[in-house]
Structure formats: structure tokens, C-alpha cells
């Protein structure tokens, strides 16, 4: 296993991460459901292989993929580094049971400790931005639990970059503990945040964490013009609008993915994480299976790297429209 530093923090993760969305499907968006026998081979199979690193949420299954992860993991679970979080909605009769409210976060911290069997959370982070409560108030509940003792390290989920950038400087300014991470959907199909969300993670010392690194599975390369996503799968169940991209350049795009991987006897998905893992600024890739077959097939990307002719090669046919004012910038950066 390779490890990374989470941001700018000592602690080290190891660069892929298993999320636990997957695990179960009660709720929310439906991202598959396991028998419990398999989670358990699966996260066997991680802990045999170094993976260190576990992600799951309050609203992944109104926490029953928290109590699953918690379950599986057994009297690993204070061996390895946990990362789940806030600000999903708990109760949709319940006006309080959501958001980044004081509150909230209070009551919610002490339920994933209860439901992960844990004392404390190794990575706590902020779902997404809350805009109906100040982020004073946030970052001030977010610090007194890591004085409490009963979180180590906060990170932000779907944030826009000001939002990262506002949030950490007010950190700075009032001493309080700050952001480390920042976990954003990112893949091939998906660089959106390199216009404004990866400066601003770089400028702060935040470590990104890319999760649907297939972006669903679509980049697995098990779907093609011939045989696209049938409507039962997950990727049709799920994705679509979830994950926006372009169908056509996508297939170009795995096309091409299927001759890098030919060239390196290994599979589309493994050149999909690789790409991924030549990014400086990503500390860990979070990834998802729905049985332990995929998750071999993805720890396999470890065992090789792209060229960077060929990381240089997925840039540039990947490469997303530069949106004003980056082309702007860009163009007179050096006046
Ligand atoms: N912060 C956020 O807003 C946010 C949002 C989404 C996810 N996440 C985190 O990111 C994690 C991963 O997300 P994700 O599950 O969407 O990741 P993903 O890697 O993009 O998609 C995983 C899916 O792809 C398919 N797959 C995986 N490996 C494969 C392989 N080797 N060959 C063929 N198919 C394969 C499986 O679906 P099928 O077999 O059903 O096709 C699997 O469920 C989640 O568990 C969660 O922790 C966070």
C-alpha cells in the first residue's frame, strides 16, 4: 500500500480510501446494496492490503452504512482512520435534523459515534455548504468537538472555492482548528474543480479527496455506444443527472483508456484511478464496490503507474473548456 499525508497534516492515509455508500441503499440515492457477507470480504480484503482509510456519512442509509462500516470493521475499527459526515437531512418532518446549525452537529456527532461504535471520529467533514447558517457558527461547533477530543480533524465535502478559502481564513483569525480536506467529485469525466476549488486547496495546504472516481462505475469501461448503461444499473438509478458529462466524448475518452490499458496488461478502471494518483494534490482516491472482485480489480492499479506521457495524454483529451475568468488569467498572467 502507498500512503500519503492527509493535506498538510502528519497523519498518513493510505491513497485509496473504501467508501461505504455502497454498502446499503435504504433512503436517499440508491447506490446498491450488499449482502453483510460481503461487506465483510471486502473490508477484510482492504485491511489485509493496507487500506487504512473508510468513508461514510449520517445520510448514507440514515446510518445504517455507519453501523455496517462499524460492524464490518469489529475490533479493527480503532486501528484505522474513520471519516464520515454532517449535514445531510435526518428527518424530513424534523427542520433541525439537518444542516450545519450548532444544534445539529452537536446531536450528530454523538449519533455516528453511537451507530460506529467509536469514541471519537479520526476525519469529520461538512457534507456540503449550508446556506442557512452562518459559517461562524459552524466552524465554532466543529471546534469545540475537536477540544472535546471527540474529533481529530475537520474537512469540507462540495464546497465552491470561496466557500473553502472564506471558511478557512476565518479559521486562522478566530485560532480555531482548521479544514485539512476536501473531498469533491473528480475524474476524467469530472475536472471541474480544477478552476477554482484545487488553487484554492493548494494555496491552503488541503488535501482533496476524489470520490465516484469512476464517476459511478461509467469509466469502469464496462459500458460502450454498443451496450450503454441498462436502465436497472446503477449508473442509470443514480447518476443520471447526478453526474452531468458529455456521452459521446466519454466514450472517446474510454476508447482510448482501453488502449493505455491493453499497453499495461491491466483494465480501464485501473487507468481511471492512476490518472487520479498522479495528481500531486490528491492525498486519497475514495472509491466504491459492490463486490470484492471490484475491489481487486481496483487495489490492482497500485501494482503499476502511467507513464507521464500517457498522464500528459488523458490531460489533454480530457481537457475541460477553461471557463472565464481562468482563459482571462491565463492569457495575461505573465503582464
Ligand atoms: N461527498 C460526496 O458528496 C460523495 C458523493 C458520492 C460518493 N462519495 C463517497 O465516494 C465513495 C465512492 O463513490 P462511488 O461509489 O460513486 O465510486 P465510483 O468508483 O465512481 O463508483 C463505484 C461503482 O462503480 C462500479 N465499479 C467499481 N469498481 C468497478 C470495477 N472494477 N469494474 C466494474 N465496475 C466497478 C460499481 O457499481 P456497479 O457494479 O453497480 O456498476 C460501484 O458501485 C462513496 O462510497 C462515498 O464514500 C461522496
Not at 484545487?198 to 465516484?212: H, K, M, Q, R, Y
Not at 469502469?220 to 438509478?237: C, F, H, M, Q, V
Not at 481487486?296 to 495524454?313: A, F, H, R
Request: hydrophobic share 40%; glycine share 6%.
Amino acid at each position: 500500500m502507498i500512503y500519503k499525508n492527509l493535506g498538510n497534516t502528519g497523519l498518513k492515509v493510505s491513497v485509496i480510501c473504501l467508501g461505504a455508500m455502497t454498502f446499503t441503499e435504504k433512503g436517499w440515492r440508491s447506490a446498491g446494496k450488499m449482502e453483510f457477507s460481503e461487506i465483510q470480504k471486502v473490508v477484510d480484503y482492504s485491511l489485509d492490503k493496507g487500506i487504512n482509510f473508510f468513508d461514510t456519512a449520517d445520510i448514507y442509509a440514515y446510518g445504517e452504512s455507519e453501523e455496517l462500516l462499524g460492524k464490518a470493521l469489529g475490533n479493527k475499527k480503532n486501528d484505522v482512520i474513520i471519516a464520515t459526515k454532517v449535514r445531510g437531512v435526518m428527518d424530513e418532518n424534523d427542520p433541525n435534523n439537518r444542516g450545519l446549525s450548532k444544534h445539529h452537529i452537536f446531536k450528530s456527532i454523538d449519533d455516528s459515534l453511537r451507530r460506529l461504535g467509536r469514541d471519537y471520529i479520526d476525519l469529520y467533514q461538512v457534507h456540503w455548504w449550508d446556506n442557512s447558517t452562518p459559517i461562524e457558527e459552524t466552524i465554532e461547533a466543529l471546534n469545540d468537538l475537536v477540544r472535546e477530543g471527540k474529533v481529530r480533524y475537520i474537512g469540507i465535502s462540495d464546497f465552491a472555492g470561496w466557500q473553502i478559502t472564506k471558511s478557512v481564513m476565518l479559521q486562522e483569525m478566530k485560532n480555531y482548528s482548521k479544514f485539512v480536506s476536501a473531498q469533491m467529485y473528480y475524474s476524467l469525466l469530472g475536472r471541474d474543480i480544477e478552476f477554482e476549488v484545487v488553487p484554492a486547496c493548494e494555496d491552503l495546504g488541503i488535501g482533496i479527496l476524489p470520490w465516484s472516481p469512476l464517476a459511478g462505475g461509467f469509466l469502469s469501461g464496462k459500458y460502450s455506444r454498443e451496450n450503454p448503461p441498462p436502465t436497472d444499473s446503477r449508473y442509470a438509478r443514480m447518476e443520471k443527472p447526478f453526474l452531468r458529462f458529455d456521452f459521446e466524448k466519454a466514450y472517446f475518452i474510454i476508447d482510448e483508456m482501453k488502449k493505455i490499458a491493453e499497453k499495461h496488461n491491466a483494465t480501464v478502471s485501473q487507468v481511471a484511478l492512476n490518472w487520479l494518483r498522479a495528481k500531486s494534490f490528491v492525498s486519497s482516491i475514495i472509491i466504491g464496490v459492490r463486490n470484492l472482485e471490484q475491489l481487486k480489480d481496483n487495489l490492482g492499479s497500485l501494482d503499476w503507474e502511467l507513464t507521464p506521457e500517457e498522464v500528459e495524454y488523458l490531460d489533454q483529451i480530457s481537457e475541460p473548456e477553461r471557463p472565464y475568468p481562468q482563459w482571462f488569467l491565463d492569457m495575461f498572467a505573465s503582464l
